[in-house]
Structures are given as C-alpha cells and as structure tokens.
C-alpha cells in the first residue's frame, strides 16, 4: 500500500475529534482570511469583495469553470498578484507587504515547472537550500520526502527522465520539503489520466492528513474537488457563489448554478403555493397536477421556484406507482448504459426531460424499459431541493 | 523519398556552385605553389609558412581575437539582460519604443553605425584602438545576442521562475539558479553569433580602429588593394575551416542533446 508512513503519522496527528469541522466553531481562529478582497486587472474584476475564513488543517477546494478567479485567489495567496482592495490575513497578520520567498506557503504548479536541469533529489532540496539549513538536515529531509512519496529509486533522475504521475509527486515532495503552514495546488492533477488521477487523489488526502499541513486545491473537476476537500468553495464570476462540506454542496446547493455545477441535476421550474409545515406545491405545467415538494425556505404564494433533483433520487417503472407524492407519466427518449448505472431520459408532456437513474445492481437483468416505451418516474417530497434562483 | 528530378537536380547544382564555388577556388588557390594568383603551378603549403612568420598578421589575428572574446562576452550579458527585462517585465509605459530601439542597430547600415560612433569617439576624446572597437563591436552585436536570447525567453516557461520565488529565491537568485541555467544554450548561441560578427566585421572597425590595433580583416582588405597574394588566400583557408569547424561542432553538440532528450522522454514512457 502506498503511504504506511504517511497513514501513521495519520494516527499520531491531532485528528482526534471524531468530526473535523473548525467551520462551525466560533472559537476557532482561522488560517487564512480574504476580508473584502478585490482584484481588478484593468478593468477585469476578477474577484468581487471576497470573504472567506479557511482553517488549519482543511483541504480546502476552490472550485469553478475557468475564468471564474479561483487562481487569481491562489496567485494572491503564493504572492504573485496584489490585491487592489481589503486584505488576505494568514495567521491573523496582513500578508500584503510580504515577498513570495519570505511567505509560510507554497505551491505547486499546474505545469509542476520542476526545474528541468536539476535531479530530482536537487528539485527537492532546492528549497531547503535557499533557507541555509545544515547539509545533513537536508539530505534527511529529502530522504524523508522521498520517502514520502515513493520516489526514492528516481533520486538522482532528472524531470525528463520520469513518467507523469512521477513529476506530480516530485513536485509535491518539493512544495511540502519546507513543511509550509499553508501548500497551494494549482489544478495538481489536471495533467495525468483519469486512473492515475483517483489514485493520486487519495495519496493527497493521505498525505494532507499525515503531515496536517492546510492545502488549498484550485480545479474545475468537481468530482476531484468532491473527494479531496474538507470544504469545497465553488465560485462563479469572481464571487463565491456557496461554501460547504462536499456533501452539503451535493445535497443542499443553495443556487441553481451550484447545483447544476456539482453532478447532474434535473430542474423543475414553476410557481409555489404555500401547503402546511415546510410543505409546498408546485404549479409547474399546465394540466399537470403540481409537485409537491419540502423546503426550509420559505416561499410565498405565487413565487417563482426552481426545484433541483438529482437523477438518482427519481424512480423509472413502467406502471404507475401506488401511494407516492410525485409520480409523472411520460416516454423514454434515450438510455445511456454507464455499466455500474443507467441514465433514462424521460420526456414529459410539456416537452421537458427529465433524467432518472438506476443502479445495475444485478449483472444479468432484462429491466423491460426500452426506447419509446411509456413509464412513470417517482420521487419523494424531500428528494428535490427548492430553490430561489 | 521524393525522386531527383532534373530541374531538382539543376537548382541544386546551380544553388550550391554560387555559394560555394568562389570560396572552393580560394581554398585551391592556398595550396598554389606559384606566387601568381591566378597561375596553377602544382600543390605547396609554403604560403602557410610564411603567413606563420609574417608579424603584421599574426599581430591582427591576436588583435581581432582579443576583441571578439571581450566585445562578444560584453553583448552576451547586455543583451541578455536587455532580452529579459523585454520579455518578462510585460507592458511597461514605452516597451515599444524600447523594444524597436534594441532592433533597430539590426537594419542601420554599418557605415552609419561607425561613423557616428567615430564621430562619438572623437567628441569624448578617447583614442581609437582595441577599446574604441571593442565598444563598437559591443555595440551592433548585443541586439543580436538580445534577439536570440528572447526568443528562447519567450518559449521560458515563467512559472520556473515563480516556483523558484516561491520556495524562497529573491529575483537574482531566481535568475541565476533557475532562468540562466536553463536559456544557457541560447546565450552561448548568442554569444558564438556576438563573436562571429565581431571576427568578420570589416565596415565598422575601419572607422573606429586605430594605427596601432589593425583587425584581421582590416589587414586582409588592405593587402588584398595592393594585390591579392598566396598568403591571403592561406589565411582566408584557415579563416574558412575555423568557422566550419565551429558551426558544425554547435550543430552537432544541439542535436545530440536533442537525441538524449528524446531518448529520455521514450525511456519514461516505458517507465509508466
């Protein structure tokens, strides 16, 4: 198994609360602070008055299409760009007037930008060298970070000389060699294929636990955002559009832009109509009988709505189900077989088309739905999300 | 493989036989035993014996090599700052002008170049001699050695120098631990380009150069009025091989990096 080492010092780290989450107590100082902060180029604003608190030890994800000013945000970080507005605090101190090479964070690049006429064991010791620290010390924390990251039979290659997945954990060992209070990861994994990826991804989460260094993740891979971070923060525009745990952000986005963004979503806009205790329903089609569906929020007579539910929250059956809130007919359009599951495109009488999923749980089974064929898809009032906007 | 045609065949030969021929019959013509140029009296080296013994051009050889090594490493290390400040420093109030500036020396007739730089000479009261040439030299080669380093510059990956800050560097040790290592091939290039100007340049050391720091060049030009003698064609001979030696050394040198480099990336190929 990759990383014993780093699963032990796993066991000896202050992860002893059971649930990690500084977010949600008042006490805890954080980190890292963006307090108002704008970043303009010219006149590109490319972050608008952004506030956030990300705490020690948290893997935190910055998540959003390109564009959206989530490396700017890392950039300001490493101290690469100035922030033209309010101020980023680490530790409580404003980092504005501090030089990159004099700051407690690191990062590692995109394109790793290993640098190519050095060994890997010089690539990693690079910075430690630039601190002075003795020559004894150095060669027993390369060693250590070799160790770390499984490299210690390519010590003396150079960048040229190693594979892909390879130059991704030079420049991990590199970025960690300091031990920074805070590593920065500009989209680490953007440039290896999707096995290698997921592999890689639980090596960082193994990694980021075993040292207990905070890292700050950019990507626009939800999917790798989902299992890395502790938080994810998913921007749009330069704004962050919502902060949460992976699952908050899956099952309870507060924004149709987040929840279109995590994962596959179906949204069923209408108009609301209060119905009891967190109950509502939903004219959404003429001639259709309305949705009924919950909500925290509340939402007034007449309200326009849009109720967001994930494909695999609803249920395809080609009779019409007994004692359920939701059940609408419509007919199958398309079927995308993904082999552990299967996505149905059903179009409803208006014209809208609505996805459902199932699990393929049993290897060989004829399910009987096929293109075409009239069925009836189900869910419960819960299921969906009510939304605002 | 695409078949010779005649016309090929034609293009090439005409091609090669205006490049190569003029220079092909001085090289013939260094072995002459006559002291006639232009008369063939069977195979001798004694020309090169005497260009040996002969002060005046040994003197000019050490003259024009002094100033080629000094004058060249002097544009390597302008022209290279020049380079970087104007690629990495991105918009600055003037880039522009300053960027067409550095070019500019590139498409001034030399004539131009060395009379003003006479004329400047004169006016600050130095006299003209190795210094004087060395400065000129210095001057018409950096925009050379500049446009060879930017353009390995530009293709620089910055985000080197970025990890370089980050882990610790201030910007001159990023430059000199990261950047510099790394454009190095491009800076000797530069710097052979700064020294094969300077070695060949006849127009611009004529008018800055002094009685007593006659170039190589200079002093074939000279004798060459009174008459062209065995002896030039010897000295052009070996002028000729020195410089071939050397072109096909870097070429060599850069593609058997090339080859190593491809054959490392293969090999990690294999290694995933």
Redesign the interface.
Known sequence: MPLLDALDLKEQSNVSSPVFAPWDDPNEKPLIRFENVTKRFGTFTAIDDLTIDIYAQEFFALLGPSGCGKTTMMRML???ETVTEGRILLSGSDIAQV???QRA???M???Y?L???LSVWDNIA??LR??KMPKDQIEARVAEMLKLTRLEKFARR?P???????RQRVALA??LA?APKLLLLDEPLGALDKKLRQETQFELMDIQEGTGTTFVIVTHDQEEAMTVASRVAVMDEGRIIQVATPANIYETPNSVYVADFIGDVNIISGTTKPAGADRYHIDWAPNQAPIVATSQNSFSEGQTCHLAIRPEKITIAKDKPEDTENAVQGKVLDIAYLGNLSTYHVELPGGQVIKAQTANTRRISNRGITWEDPVWIRWNATAGVLLEQ | MKRLSAFNITALTLGFAFLYLPMILLVIYSFNASKLVTVWAGFSTQWYGELLRDEAFLDAAWVTLQVAVISSTIATVLGTMAAYVLVNFGRFFGRTLFSGMIYAPLVMPEVITGLSLLLLFIGIGLDRGILTIVLAHTTFSMCYVSVVVSSRLISF?R??E?????????RF?AFR??TL??IAPAVISGWLLAFTLSLDDLVIASFVAGPSSTTLPIKIWSAVRLGVTPEINALSTIMIAVVTVGVITASLISKRNAVA?QR??Q???R??
């Open positions: 490493a101290g690469f030089a990159p090479n964070v690191n990062m690049f995109q394109s930008a640098f190519p006429h690079f910075g630039r601190d150079k040229h000389q190693i594979s892909g997945g390879q590199r970025s300091k | 990956d985000a080197l970025e990890a370089a800050l980050d882990l610790g560097c201030n040790d631990l990261v290592p790394i480099a490392d990336a090999a990690a190929e290694a995933e």
